[in-house]
């Protein structure tokens, strides 16, 4: 059963990566990160029951915080953004371009 | 052998330490309230007056020795030492630096005197005074020396003063020029002098480098024929600069555009005269190679003669002087060339009276007319004149060579030398030199003294120069007259005193011709005297017009366009290659490897500029692009 | 003489010159601070030189261990070659402040760092430490070029920083190689620049560290053909950035020659040393050529200097003591005469608002005291006998000759070349009409005069009596030469034992 | 048998919201999508005998960070003609499934070369608060700290961006 659960983290990893790459809004974008987040959480409690220690639980709350810390952040730029450009577009925010 | 004496290290300090307080005086007052001249005056004739009472007592302690061991030596302090190299400041007085000793200092003393007068009114009398006493004092350095690098030091010291004295009159472009030109060609001089020292130091220089312990070396096995011809060739070099011969006689000319008694200092006592000194003092080197000595005769000799063509057709009075000497220098070295020493620094001696006499009283003539040196706008002097007339007239019966005078008796101890050590191309040139030099120095004299004035409003208003000027004048003209009498040679009963007296210091082999050769040169030189008198007279004793120049005599006129060549030949090359370096080779091939790592960055950027497109997603991309070829390639090794 | 003296002249002008920087001084206070202190640091270089034993070796020695695990230390002590580029730093230094007064803070704040950052490179005992200050010394020219130079400052800047900095770093690599190299010879680490003569250096890597050194200190001489940023960056510097850049940082070059490459690198210097001297006989040559079509005087000076500098090079390539010893002679005349021949081109600068040739004219009659002292720096610098400019020149054309013939001929036209360009300008700026630019040109202060009267006696007095500052030099430029050759004697057999030792080590 | 079950119908639902998530054109349908993913996750971790986490997951991710998102989303009051135009993003996907396919290939490779092993939900107290619990605060204390920190500097961070226009006008 261990496979089954780690192909779906797999999944949903690959997923989280096409969500990034491939979409423009910064709401999506965003919680396609959150769900690569989850894909790994996921991994990480899979092993911690094969291996019945409980430190997979540690660090996927762990992760959780990270998460959120994330989301407070994110969010709060997302709202600076929005307020300067009032645009979701990722592709408007381009200063880096060379 | 050799005797220590310290007051030796003292005749050039005076007119150094001269220089110096009288150029501090000028430097801290020009600008503010000026002191009275008779300071300036009074300081600077006091270090050459007392160098010349110096010098008198350094010839009678000379003379108290006996002959072979003549000698006096005083070492200042050690100067430099290093590995196998001793140098000290050292000085040596032998009979030959004595006799360059004496006539430097009283020649040197008179001019000074002179340049008083000359010189009154002038806003930088004192800078003037400065350069002369530093002038003087470099050339004691030179002369007292007791090495070749103590000798370099005054070398180059008199090297600059003249530099200095030339382009004395500063606001004057062509002044500066000339000034720049004589020390530029000095240097190249130079240049042949410090590479003939390295190689004579490397030969034989470990065991001491004096004149002395050289000397003693110069049959050392280092020594060989190829050594000596080098370094003999290189030194010669160095005395072409300095002496103006043949290539580098170009600056002599020029320097002309400084005040008179400079010129007569340059010509006639000091710097000229190093460079046969010079050979001279090397006389133990020349000596070993015969070769060295023909070469040094015939471009002394050609020099004399380019000169002489020079001189017959110049209208500025000084530059018909400064070719002379440069005609008379060529003499000098057609002298030491063939081993006749002696003869060639009993050249250099008589030659420092008339030709002092004769600038003094050039300068005397431009004093009075007003800084005028176009000798077509002179004539009829003689009546207003007649102290300038008479002294320039004996001095040009000496230089060109008429047989009382001091000028005939060594210009035929030369060419007689030339003749018996069987030079006979080098006599046959020196004997038609000797007539075109009483041509044009008569033509000088006969322009300008003689005749109707030319120039009526100069005329009415010249008038004879003072005392101070002139009192010189006839001491030198006294000189320039019994001068020659020194070295009377046996067939007119004397016994070269001159001669005898430098046989110590230089290293020559009198020759033995019979009489007939003797009376042979002494004909020939008189015959070409009176020749050439004669045509001068016939074309110029009445009075004559301004010539117009064509054919040979305008090429003749513009001095073989050497100047004009020179500058084509050597100076636009060289400023060409100055500017193409700086213009084109610096930016374009020195740089460009420095140049072309920058544009590589640049073009690099620019190139990685396309990946930059600054979406994140498209660095997402490139991340997962590049963990997707990762994959890629750990599966296949994962099996 | 207390025990370290070393530390404190160096070390003085550093503390002096953060402080400066951390606090809000004032300008006047920051020059003051500056002249105090350099000049406190000239006492004690002064003190320093009388107690010199001229034994050769290195004397006031410090040794304070540092890293132990890597056998660095901080090492200092002088010897005769870095005493006089010691003083010469110390005793022109002051002048400075004298000459130019109103300038920021940061400026004499970063002239106090450079100070000390030279007197540590000069001190040095030990390669670390040695590289440390090395590149210490470039980052107050770094910021005085970039901060408060000319118009075109800028890509100057970048320039020698670059320039200057991939120089060091192959340095700081064929440092590590000599330490490596060290420890697998002789078992334990040490960078201590002494110890490093006793290795034995073979084969194509030991090339390239030579080359690694000498690119470094070419670059900083700088040797032809790695000269090109010299002439904008001395051209934009301000003018104390000009002064220290080319009267004591280029020496450090030299310097570093000496010390490091001549001991070290024995076999590799003898193979190369004809290379070098061309390259350094070339770059007389060609930027005294390219000085002649100078139109602006400071950049005329640059080149000038880079010509000076092509000599002295060549007089330690030559490998005899006559060159040598007129190489570090010549280090502290050119020293003299250039550095204060910059100095008085930003006189010239600042009073004229001018840095071309053709706009001065006629000086000389307004200001005969700052033409005599301009005129007498420069026929130091055109070598004349009587100036301190010619001993050196003269014995290293006199060693050159005898490295080789052709070297040294191509050597002596230094004394053409130098005097057409400076005749040139001096004929220019100081002689015909005054030009407008100059018609009220002032003449030199008091104070101006009296601080350069030393100087400009110095370089008289080293040229008429030279022999107590040589009597200081040769001992130690005779133990440069007593060495390489009984290495180069050795050198066969100690190849078969160090082959012996890396098999064992294998 | 039931476990399986269970695990195929969360899974499906899992995938099938992160499908969504990936392509729903607006963010709330995105999130809402997102959240049957959550959920479903918090059920795979009760079905590993994860209970804390399993409770952690329903009320801080799909509770509390996603009602955060959906605030956002909803306080921003986001129309239709203020989103990206995306007109290619089937391509986009497609494309981006094409690079990530190796990656996941890889990655699955690994997973077949493990031993297999049983998932059956244990008994003991494992993954119970107690348990997780003192691992915490005796294992891992500094990390937890150290998360505490970052939560703060995330919180101030947060109000100084998000707060910054508001104040300094």
Known sequence: MMHCYLYLSIILFCLGIVGVIARRNVFTVFMSVELMLNAANLAFITFSRVHESMDGHVLAMMVMAVAAAEAALALAVVILLHKHKSKLDTNVFSLLKG | MEQSVNYLGLIPLFPLLGAVLIGLLHVFTCNRTKLPEKVYGILACVGPVLSFVMALKVFVALKGLPPESRFLVHKAFTWFSVGDLHINMGFLADPLSCLMLLFVTFIGSLIHIYSIGYMGGDKNYGKFFAYMNLFLGSMLVLVLGDGPVVMFVGWEGVGLCSYLLISFYSEDRSNVLAGNKAFIVNRVGDLGFVLGMSFLFWAIGAQGFDYLSLKAHVNDPAMTQGVLLTVCLLLFVGATGKSAQIPLYVWLPDAMAGPTPVSALIHAATMVTAGVYMVARFSFLYAEVA???????????????????????????KKVLAYSTVSQLGYMFAGVGVAAYSAGIFHVFTHAFFKALLFLGAGSVIYALHHEQNIWKMGGLKNKMPKTYVTMVIGALALAGCPPFSGFFSKDEILYSALATGHFGIWAVGVLVAGMTAYYTFRMIFVVFHGEPRDHHAYEHAQESPAVMTVPLIILAVGALFAGLLNLPAIFGGDQIVSHWLAPSVTEHHPHAGVFIEILAIGASVVAFAIGIKIAYAK??????????????????????????????????????????????????TDAPVKGVARLYMVLGTAFKVFQVGYVRVYALYMVLGLSLMSLLLSQSLN | MF????????????????????????????????????????????????????????????????????GISYALGVDGISLFILMAGSVLLPLVYFVFGTREKGYYANLLLVQGAMAGAVCAADMILFYIFWEVMLLPVFFMLGLYGGPQRLPATL????????????????????????????????????????????????AVAFFGFMIAFAIKIPLFPFHTWLPDAYTEAPTATTFVLSAIMAKIGVYGVIRFVVPVFDLEFAR???????????????????AIAQKDFKRMLAFSSASHMGVIALGVFCMNIQALTGSIYQIVAHATSTGVLFLFAGILEERTNTRTIDDLGGIAAKAPVFALYFAIAMLASVGLPGTSGFIGEFMIVLGAIKFNTAVGVLAGTTLIIGVCYMLWMFQRVFFEKTASRSENFKELSLVEGLAFLPVILLIIVMGIYPHPFLSKITPSTALQFAQPASVVAQAPASNAQNLGLTIEQK | MFADGLFIGFAVLAVLGAVGLVLFRHPMNGAMSFVVTLISLAGLYALLSAKLIFALQLIVYAGAIMSLIVFIIMFLNIQPGDLPQE??????????????????????????????????ILGNNFGGVKEVGLLLFRDWLIPFEIVSILLLVSLVGAVILAGKRGTTK
């Open chain 2, 291 to 317: 070769l060295a000595g023909s070469i040094v005769a015939w471009v002394g000799i050609l020099t004399a003669l380019l000169a002489a063509i020079f001189g017959m057709f110049q209208e500025d009075i």
């Open chain 2, 540 to 589: 110029f004793g009445k009075g004559a017009p301004e010539p117009s120049f064509t054919g040979f005599a305008d090429f003749a006129y513009h001095k073989f366009y050497v100047d004009e060549l020179y500058d084509k030949v050597i100076v636009q090359p060289y400023k060409a290659i100055g500017s193409s370096i700086w213009k084109v080779i610096e930016p374009n091939v």
């Open chain 3, 3 to 70: 025990e370290h003296v070393l530390s404190v002249i160096i070390f003085l002008p550093i503390l002096a010159g953060l402080i400066l920087l951390a606090t809000p001084a004032s300008r006047s206070v920051a020059r003051f601070t500056g002249l105090a202190v350099s000049l406190a640091t000239l006492v004690l270089s002064l003190d320093l030189y009388a107690g010199f034993q001229a034994t050769g070796h290195l004397e006031f020695v410090e040794n304070i261990p540092w890293i132990e695990s890597l």
């Open chain 3, 159 to 206: 320039k020698i920083t670059l320039y200057t900095i991939a120089g060091s770093l192959l340095m700081l690599a064929a440092i590590v190689y000599l330490g490596v190299s060290y420890h697998a010879q002789f078992g334990e680490w040490s960078f201590a620049m002494d110890k490093m003569a006793a290795l034995n250096l073979t084969g194509r890597v030991a």
């Open chain 3, 272 to 290: 190369f040393a004809i290379l070098l001297a061309y390259a350094g006989v070339i770059g007389m040559m060609y930027c005294g050529l390219a």
């Open chain 4, 87 to 120: 007109e290619t993003k089937l391509f986009y996907v497609l494309g981006g499934g094409i690079v990530v396919l190796p990656i996941g290939l890889f990655l699955a490779k690994i997973v077949k070369s493990l031993p297999e092993h049983s998932t059956e």
